[in-house]
């Protein structure tokens, strides 16, 4: 398939193409922010859509075994890691996944740690649920961010309960490593800490490898609960299918009842029968499409580095999105938000809505076809030239 077809989504009711008026005061903006692909999905999923589609008949569903089978063996496959069928629970996306997490296994009022900069539905996730919110905000040195070990030894400290892993990191990029995941570990045996891993974003990783938390914290008595799914990867995310898996059968039990309190369940025969071909059949057009955003993150550093020296761009290991350090413009966040709107003409993710950390930065989408991130790099340039000019 080709990564550099521009396909329309114009008045597709695309959250990204349609609707950057209702966040960002102006439809004209070049959108590149919420996380999703301008790529077409793997053709083996829309032809197994295409077949519930000419079947006609869209009566209850219930989610086959065969979906079980093909998810444990792509986990084992890319990640090494042995996880049985009986392990999975499947959820209708991760956030209410999370959710439901934090409802099972904290009280109100419980302290639950993030890592800030941090997806910015984490704080409503705990503050929705009535939680405290204990912030571990990551560390920045020379090398780039990492996690900050001897704070979050502190917040443990205040008594958290559990603490909400990004791995890899959405927006920082950061995939974490043996030595950085077995130092948490090592923190959350210590306190007791449950940790739930949001690994949405596992099979994204343009440099090194991920390594699920629960297999690096194997040889920890912790409790990790896992969440994962297709939808970052194969660009399916309307079709609200993800999994969360249990390495504690007593948890399990616990978060299974729930759910079932709750009524949640996810039973598409659309996305079933996606995320199954996806994970049969989906490989080859992975790997090519991380070989494309590998040539759009080194397209924007390149490009960012010879035209536009105050910004810096940071390389993701892992995700679509590049996080640019935009501090040296010198503009408070509110400042760099209108610029970036009014000047710039773009949409990029203000990088402190993930918290008071990532002010300055932006977050730029590049799971696009080239023309597309080339089309948003030059406005940024044309309004960085004039302000630079006018200085
Ligand atoms: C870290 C992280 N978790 C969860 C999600 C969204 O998950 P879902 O759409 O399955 O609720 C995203 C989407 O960007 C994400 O980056």
Redesign the pocket.
């Known amino acids: 398939m080709s990564f550099e077809n521009v396909i329309n989504r114009k008045n597709t009711n695309s959250l990204k193409w349609d609707h950057t008026a209702e966040r960002y005061g102006a439809q004209e903006l070049w959108p590149m922010w919420?996380?999703?692909m301008d790529f077409r999905a793997p053709e083996p999923v829309i032809e197994a859509m295409q077949d519930v589609l000419n079947h006609g008949v869209f009566g209850y569903h219930r989610r086959p075994e065969s979906l079980r089978e093909a998810t444990t063996a792509w986990i084992a496959k890319r990640f090494d890691w042995m996880v049985e069928n009986k392990q999975l629970v499947f959820?209708?996306?991760?956030?209410?996944?999370?959710s439901h997490v934090i409802q099972t296994f904290t009280e109100k009022g419980d302290g639950i740690i993030i890592q800030p900069p941090?997806?910015y539905?984490?704080y409503s996730l705990i503050e929705s649920n009535e939680r405290k919110l204990l912030r571990n905000p990551l560390k920045e040195t020379e090398q780039g961010f990492t996690v900050d070990l001897e704070d979050l030894e502190v917040q443990m400290q205040k008594g958290a309960k559990m603490l909400l892993l990004?791995s890899p990191?959405?927006p920082i990029g950061r995939v974490w490593s043996a030595d950085e995941l077995e130092n948490i570990a090592m923190l959350c045996e210590k306190y007791n800490v449950l940790v739930v891993s949001?690994e949405?974003?596992a099979d994204l990783v343009l440099q090194g490898k991920h390594i699920p938390f629960a297999k690096a914290a194997a040889k920890k008595d912790i409790n990790v609960v896992t969440?994962m799914?297709p939808?970052?990867t194969f660009n399916l995310?309307a079709l609200?299918?993800?999994y969360v898996i249990f390495e504690k059968e007593e948890l399990q039990k616990a978060y299974e009842a729930h759910l079932q309190q709750q009524f949640v369940g996810i039973d598409s025969p659309f996305a079933t029968a996606a995320a199954e071909a996806a994970y049969r059949e989906g490989e080859t057009w992975l790997e090519e499409m991380l070989d494309y955003v590998r040539g759009n993150v080194r397209y924007v550093k390149e490009f960012v580095d010879t035209n536009m020296n105050l910004l810096d761009v940071m390389e993701p290991e892992g995700?679509y999105?590049v996080w640019v350090d935009m501090r040296k413009l010198n503009m408070d966040a509110s400042e760099l938000e209108s610029w970036l709107r009014k000047e710039a003409q773009v949409a990029f993710s203000d990088g402190h809505i993930f918290g008071k950390e990532g002010a300055g930065f932006v977050r730029i989408n590049v799971a696009c076809p080239r023309a597309n991130v080339e089309e948003g790099l030059h406005r940024l340039q044309s309004a960085y030239d004039t302000l630079i000019s006018s200085k």
């Open positions: 919420v996380a999703d959820t209708p996306g991760v956030v209410p996944a999370i941090v997806y539905p984490f990004c990191h959405n949001d949405i974003h969440c799914a939808s970052k995310a609200q299918l993800s995700t999105l």
